[in-house]
């Protein structure tokens, strides 16, 4: 069937039965994230002027007829069911920021309990100089999976476009894979941390000095 071909094209790389956790640890790099946040400049925020989700495209984007949120949902998810349009209908999420299990099913009224984090808000990395990146390279940004995971809703919602300094996930263990995220994808980007923002980076990777970044 063509949509299982996709899927299984896109994610050939990714364990879409392991629990987030589980596949981010089996794909870091040699890096070590307080090395690389000492690489990142250390700046104040830039205004926010013209920032519009639009500036990072419209919305998701699509490989090969499937859409980015897709494409997420069936990486992070355990048990997925998808429909002949590359949809994920059902499955099982082990949530990285709240450590609950949640079990998801497409609808109107039940889709949202799952939704795709851009673990570097789009506004924060607009002030932090994606408003110097070309539209194409946003737009790229944007739909990274280096820079998206399938997340509890109210979380993302909670967390909305706040950095390290101003909010972290509620689940600690997972703490230390998300601020590396966060600082793999502003180093790809070119993008840059203030100075609270570092410090709170810091203090995390202060009990895991040995956390690797991610590199998918």
Not at 9 to 27: F, L, M, R, Y
Not at 65 to 78: E, V, Y
């Amino acid at each position: 069937m063509l949509t299982g071909f996709v899927i299984a094209t896109i994610i050939s790389t990714t364990e879409s039965s392991a629990p987030p956790a589980v596949a981010i640890n089996a794909q870091s790099s040699g890096t070590l994230a307080l090395d690389a946040l000492s690489t990142l400049p250390v700046k104040g925020r830039a205004p926010k002027t013209d920032y519009s989700r639009d500036q990072f495209g419209a919305g998701w984007a699509t490989t090969l007829g499937c859409d980015t949120r897709n494409i997420i949902l069936n990486r992070d998810l355990s048990g997925v069911v998808i429909d002949e349009k590359c949809n994920v209908i059902s499955g099982t999420l082990n949530d990285p920021y709240t450590g609950k299990m949640i079990s998801f099913k497409r609808g109107s009224g039940t889709s949202d309990d799952v939704q795709i984090d851009h673990v570097v808000a789009l506004s924060d990395a607009w002030q932090k100089g994606a408003q110097q990146l070309s539209h194409d390279t946003r737009v790229l940004l944007a739909n990274d999976p280096l820079e998206l995971l399938a997340v509890d809703g109210p979380a993302n919602q909670e967390k909305s476009d706040g950095d390290a300094a101003s909010w972290l996930p509620s689940y600690k263990p997972f703490r230390c894979q998300y601020v590396a995220r966060q600082i793999a994808v502003k180093q790809k980007y070119s993008l840059w941390v203030t100075d609270s923002e570092a410090t709170a980076m810091r203090t995390v990777l202060s009990g895991c000095s040995m956390q690797a970044l991610p590199i998918k």
